[in-house]
Nanobody
Framework: QVQLVESGGGLVQPGGSLRLSCAASGRTFNNYAMGWFRQAPGKEREFVAAISKTDSTYYEDFVKGRFTISRDNAKNTVYLQMNSLKPEDTAVYYC???????????????WGQGTQVTVSS
């Protein structure tokens, strides 16, 4: 059974940084793409970033230059380094895995439970 476990969320001041981690188990990690999505209260889930199995990366415009997605296949883990955080980045962040890197949520077949990120002074 595939499991994804996110960690690294928390409370940070505007302009601060956090690094989210997502540990995967249950299938061969390096055969699959990984994505990060987020959902703020009262809003739809939205795409943040994705990384293919060949390390191609994709970002939503609102995080370009601030967030970096990476993966460590030896640790079966994907990361989201978030810098220059803004209050509007406050959301629950979810990782997901699928055959292809995509900004489309239904393209992913397994999801984690999410980790809360709050950006506030």
């Amino acid at each position: 059974q595939v499991q994804l476990v996110e960690s690294g969320g928390g409370l940070v001041q505007p302009g601060g940084s956090l690094r989210l981690s997502c540990a995967a188990s249950g299938r061969t990690f390096n055969n699959y793409a990984m994505g990060w999505f987020r959902q703020a209260p009262g809003k739809e889930r939205e795409f943040v970033a994705a990384i293919s199995k060949t390390d191609s990366t994709y970002y939503e415009d609102f995080v370009k230059g601030r967030f970096t997605i990476s993966r460590d296949n030896a640790k079966n883990t994907v990361y989201l380094q978030m810098n220059s955080l803004k209050p509007e980045d406050t959301a629950v962040y979810y990782c997901a895995t699928g055959v292809r890197a995509s900004n489309n949520g239904p393209s992913y077949d397994y999801w984690g439970q999410g980790t809360q990120v709050t950006v506030s002074s």
